[in-house]
């Protein structure tokens, strides 16, 4: 057979054949991939305002806790979590929310009456009223969340990574 | 260059002797319904591939399984697709297998000297039929787990060892988390392990012993 400057059959089926086959994979390997990872770049963060309650249900001076749970779902898997946040009113509108995470290694901490004090239970760590370390191993003071007064209601700010 | 590195290779693998043993081989005259074995042989590889992608998030529990099908759904990329693709998939193996097998019986394929490929041929329908029966329950919902129940019931009309099938069969008297766990390691482990050995087998008859060609009027 002479070589015919025109493309042969046999050469044309080969070069249809390769472009669909190439366009096949990548409609269906670029899905796979997506497939794979998207879960994992989807960022859950969470920024919501949770209500304490009425800010006149705090006594003034005395830190008190008010506890709540937040749910996470993980792809089919649901997580609660429990927080827990004293709540000091120094005055009447000077409001401090601190997290009862201790910060050495995030146990809960108590706030003591008769002694002032708050004590991690773990480590004995302790924290004065205002949250600053007075003993024990943790390194810094309270976490404090970011909190705000609507229409007599106070909120914490609420951020999770 | 590239045919150099091809020929190192081919000197060395023997890739043309398989490519020519393999899709080069002499057939006779036929026509598409002789395409039906190579269907379901894409269809199997497919089914394989797109199960590989669900396990990475299924979860076969009862406590989980359709909670993780409705996230494969609705809450991964593409995830519609592979499901989609393995539960069509399913459907159009089960017919092609079927007619493959119709095909061989209506051009008397099966004949000296094909037995064996036609009763591996029957042993890789009712291992796919199997594929269908325990990947029916995976999913875990009410036509699932009725499905199953009455599946596993029909064992129970043997005489004597009837209901000692069923109890094997759910691995205990009720349709369980061990249910779902045994159905799971068939669809994922055993059937495909046998599946792929026994096409192994069916392909190798095929190359040496040729695919028959269609019979005569006076045959």
Known sequence: MTKSPHISRREFVAIFVGALGTI??????????????????????????VSMGPLEGYPVGQ????????ARVNGWEKTVNSFGVYVWRETEDDVTTYSNWCTHLSCRVTWRDEEEIYVCPCH?????????????????????????????????????? | MSSKVINWLDERLGLTG??????????????WWFTLGSASL??????????VFLTVYYSPTPDHAYDSIQFIMNGVAYGWLIRGIHHWGATLMVITVIAHML????????????????????????????????????????????????????????????PFLTS??????????????????????????MIALVIGVHMYLIIRLGISHIPDKDE
């Open chain 2, 168 to 193: 094997v069969m759910r691995g205990g008297p009720d349709i369980s988390a061990l249910t779902l766990s045994r159905f799971f390691a068939l669809h994922i482990w055993f059937l495909p392990a």
């Open chain 2, 18 to 31: 398989i490519y020519d043993t393999v899709l080069d081989r002499n057939v006779p005259k036929v026509n």
């Open chain 1, 124 to 161: 004995d760590g302790l924290f004065d009223i205002s949250g600053k370390v007075v003993g024990g191993p943790p390194p810094r003071p309270l976490d404090q969340y970011e909190n705000k007064v609507e229409d007599g209601v106070l909120f914490i700010r609420l951020e999770e990574a």
């Open chain 1, 24 to 49: 096949m994979a990548v409609a269906v390997g670029l899905p796979a991939i997506g497939y794979l990872i998207s879960p994992t770049v989807r960022t859950k963060k969470t920024d919501a305002w």
């Open chain 1, 63 to 70: 830190p008190t806790l008010f506890t709540f749970t937040r």
């Open chain 2, 42 to 51: 894409i269809l199997f590889v497919l089914q394989g591939v797109t199960g």
């Open chain 2, 103 to 162: 095909r061989t019986f209506y051009y008397a394929a099966y004949k000296y000297p094909r037995e064996l490929t036609w009763v591996t041929g029957v042993i890789l329908l009712l291992t796919t039929l199997g594929m269908g029966l325990t990947g029916y329950l995976l999913p875990m919902n009410q036509k699932s787990y009725w499905a199953t129940t009455v599946a596993t019931e029909i064992p129970g009309t043997v005489p004597i060892i009837g």
